[in-house]
């Protein structure tokens, strides 16, 4: 499986940013698939997952109410619609896939995924 994140940019403090994390190579249906971000000097940090099959979703206390999580299931994309974006959600978003149905108490664990896309980076200006 390969993803590719894309979409990310420069915004001012309360705009909005929609990334998408497209998969190939194999479908990533039934998968749960998450996103997390990194600040520099900080570690990785779980933003959001969905559970492909179900499209149940979970959502870190940071960005829930702001931040949503949905698939296409045509276009084997997975997207993360920001909104009310802060200084303090810029960061280097990364997608990444389970092949595995992880436990919720798993979802927010960066080692219970097998792929990760290459990241793309989000800057919110004050």
């Known amino acids: 499986v390969q993803l590719q994140a894309s979409g990310g940019g420069l915004v001012q403090a309360g705009g909005s940013l929609r990334l998408s994390c497209a998969a190939s190579g194999r479908t990533i249906s039934s998968y749960p698939v998450g996103w997390f971000r990194q600040a520099p000097g900080k570690e990785r940090e779980f933003v959001a997952a969905i559970r492909w099959s179900s499209g149940m979703t979970h959502y870190a206390d940071s960005v829930r109410r702001r931040f949503t999580i949905s698939r296409d299931n045509d276009k084997n994309t997975v997207y993360l619609q920001m909104t009310g974006l802060k200084p303090e959600d810029a960061a280097v978003y990364f997608c990444?896939?389970?092949?595995?149905?992880?436990?919720?108490?798993?979802?927010?664990?960066?080692?219970?995924?097998?792929?990760w896309g290459s990241g793309t980076q989000v800057t919110v200006s004050s």
């Open positions: 990444a896939a389970a092949v595995s149905r992880l436990i919720q108490s798993s979802l927010p664990n960066p080692s219970a995924y097998d792929y």
